[in-house]
């Protein structure tokens, strides 16, 4: 095999600059390949760990049929005290289950005394909550981020405190009305500004849950979700589909399911955007298939073209055709192996320089998002294998044919 | 025992409806240690046959025995193996494999084909460029020597092997009369010092005088003269 190896790397060196395009043209492949899954990994990870952690938390328990109403917060559809001991007995007895939260929801009039607007709001109870989605008070644009809100505060989104011209520390006043209709107000004291978020809930305000029941006057314990963290993502579909079967049993009167279980996944419109993303990489990857098939093959046709008369020499002195197909198959071994490891050197400097350079993107509304490209052992080791593999069955076709080369015919050519 | 022995040997090429009957039952034998040429005008068989004896191009009938094996039957890989170990080839445009240095290219059949082990195989590779008188040049790539430096080089692969059968086809054919003349010099030397059997396919007059077998072949049939100007070294 060495001596195999050693034919083929002074074969490549003799057409070094051929050689030299070839891998540079895998290169580019690898490179562009393994930057865009670094890039649009690490973006797509720490969207859905900004959407999962400060806003939906991995998993939403609602009664059924809340969802397909939640524009309307409809308070006549949250779930009972009986069904919330259910879930909470659940919740508690497993192990994958890190912390999960309470919340009412519901829209209400804000007026600070001088104009009036709606808000859509999150009741919570601020410990579980923090629990739940810890990067919660990342988002505190102004305000004491410590403890998330005691009662009688409240955590308004960014836009209503811009239009509304109302500051950390003001006090303004909530009128809503609860499920029977009548009417409540309450006045509260501005504990912070939040950023906005895209998707479901990304521009609610938060105040403490107590002051929600006092406010829409709930008598009972109730809540419109209960929103669950995972020790790990990975648990995701496991846990997801162990509630399901486990609440999907449980059935009302009318024999229909009580409650709805729905994961991040299908509550923000941001999943649409990582499965995008998960198909552009792919795209990417056949792209990079393409290449190293075209290019490989290409090379080594032209290589076995250009020493017929060399293949029949070595024929006629007997080397076996295993031998002589072993040989252009190594070629395209070390040309797939030159561009593999080339470019996985320019991705891995290039995702260290892009990492100490701090470059900042803004999404939507989210603005100065650190740039932070990373990637996986894995992902790396698969790209160059699928390099490799594809290098060497580029090659597979011409080195038959050299192998299968009458060696007289071979010898009288030119 | 003879080293090639060929009995009512036949090739016929058919393409088409064109059937050409290249060698037309023939008979012959050759003796180890001799130097033995086919003289032909173009398109005599004389090629044919050559590629025959050296297990390139299977018979169409008739017994063809090299090195007392029958070599009819042989598939691609034992063929490939056959000469590996029995055949020397010496090509008219010398043939060495130009990423190879002059000892790699000595070397080659001994640790592609054969696989000698490396202190063995350093041995007889030197051994043989000292015989042709190349062991100075061993470093130097095939484009940095002259032709019949490459010659010389081609001689001692095709026998580095300890080949009891050397092919030679036109070997004298790209050099200038006083190199040939050194070539035809050394591998009349090679026989005499190795008991290696030389057949060459030529034109070249200075080989016809140097051999002591010419077969003359003729539209595929073939007649055999004994030499007797024909040189043996003792």
Redesign the interface.
Known sequence: ML??FN?AA??L??YKRRTMLTSALITLGVVAVLLFISVSGSFKSMMVGQITDSMLGHIQIHKKGYVASVDSLPLNRNLTGKQINKVKELLEGDQAVEAFSMRIKFGAMFSNFTETTNIRLNAVSPKAEMATVPLLQNRFLKGEKKGLLKKGEIIIPELIAKGMQVKVGDTIVLVANNKDGSVNGQTFTVRGILEGLSGPGGRDGIIHIDDARSLLRIGQAEVSEIAIRLKDIGELPRFSDLLSHELGSIRNKLDKPVFEIHTWEKLSPFFNIAKMIDLMTLFIKIMLVAIVLVSIMNVMIMAVFERI??I????????????IMGLFVMEGFLLGILGTVTGTLISLVTMYVLNISQICFDFGRQTGLLLAPTIEATDVVTIGCIVIAISVLASLQPAWKAARMD??TA?RHV | MSVVVAKALEKTYVAGDIRVEAIRGVDFSIEPASFVSFLGPSGSGKSTLL?MI?C??PPTSGSLLVAGQDITGLS??EA??????H???V?Q?F?L????TVYENVE??L????DWPSAKRKARVMELLEAVDMAEQSGKYPNQISGGQKQRVAVA??LV?NAKLVLADEPTANLDSETAGRIINLMQKMRDEFATTFVFSTHDPRIVDNVEITFTLTDGKLSQNLVPGGTRHA
Do not use: C, H, W
């Not at chain 1, 029949?312 to 031998?323: D, E, F, L, N, V």
């Not at chain 2, 490939?80 to 170990?85: D, I, P, T, Y």
């Not at chain 2, 494999?97 to 190879?100: F, G």
């Open positions: 001596k195999i034919l002074r074969n060196l003799r008369n060399e029949g020499t070595i024929a006629a002195i007997g080397t076996s055709p295993g031998k060696p007289i010898l | 590629n050296g390139l191009d691609r890989k490939a193996r056959f000469r590996g170990e055949i020397g080839f090509f445009d043939n494999v130009p990423v190879l080659y059949p640790q592609m084909v054969q692969r095709a092997t």
